[in-house]
């Protein structure tokens, strides 16, 4: 069975400081992608980055890059230069097979809330 | 970008009644469609997979009768809340997946529903 592990229930950080937040997971199927989603109090799922199992390189979207480490299974989601506007709920997730149904669904970790102070 | 839109974004209802939630992909056809459903500070629930013309897919311990799923076309699909109880009050979730795309999928910006 997939899963998704998010260690950190809440983190804070000063702005312009970079953060790092927490993602391991783990399945049997070997393509396999890794998302991150970013949900602010309006409750909307905001899409920031992508990694597929295969991809050589880590993946960055802007300030947001995505830090493989495919022998650990781990995932974790770095933003550079936090901004007030960067306060919002977290999460990671995988889009793997579930068990033995053949089929592909996105499998969510239980949310990290960043805090970005002034 | 895709753009993926839910109707009602909220809902009060009464106990017993029952409630419908449009999803529609407004830019592009999606012939995949999934529920998800997310109770306060907790993560997101996948309910079920709808395809266009085709039954629902449902997740373990999702009730099929309860939670009626219809994909009708390739831009809309629609969740039912049959017999709503004060426990179905949660903050309920589509996304859809274009059908060119490998892996994206595109969230809609949520329905609350509560029930009294």
């Known amino acids: 069975a997939q899963k998704i592990t998010q260690t950190q229930p809440g983190m804070f950080v000063q702005e312009k400081e970079a953060v790092t937040l927490d993602c391991t997971y783990d399945t049997s199927d070997p393509s396999y992608g890794l998302f991150w989603y970013k949900q602010p109090s309006s409750g909307e799922m905001i899409f920031l980055i992508y990694q597929g199992s295969y991809d050589q390189q880590n993946a960055t979207e802007g300030r947001y890059s995505l830090n493989f480490q495919k022998a650990r299974k781990s995932a974790n989601l770095v933003i550079s230069a936090s901004q007030l506007g960067d306060s919002a709920m977290y999460f990671c997730?995988?889009?793997?097979?579930?068990?033995?149904?053949?089929?592909?669904?996105?499998?969510f970790g239980s949310g990290t809330r960043l805090q970005v102070q002034p | 970008g895709a753009v993926v839109s839910q109707h009602p974004s909220w809902v009060i209802c009464k106990s017993g009644t029952s409630v419908k939630i449009e999803c529609r992909s407004l830019d592009f056809q999606a012939t995949t469609m999934f529920w998800y459903r997310q109770f306060p500070k907790q993560s997101l629930m996948l309910m079920a997979t709808s395809n266009e013309g085709s039954k629902a897919t449902y997740e373990q311990g999702v009730e099929k009768d309860k939670f009626l799923i219809n994909h009708a076309s390739l831009t809309l699909s629609t969740l039912t809340v049959t017999s709503a109880h004060p426990e179905d009050s949660s903050f309920y979730i589509c996304?859809?997946?274009?059908?060119?795309?490998?892996?994206?999928?595109?969230f809609g910006p949520g329905t609350r529903l509560t029930v009294t």
């Open positions: 996304s859809a997946r274009p059908s060119r795309e490998i892996y994206e999928q595109y």
């Open positions: 997730a995988m889009r793997a097979l579930l068990g033995d149904t053949g089929r592909r669904a996105l499998t």
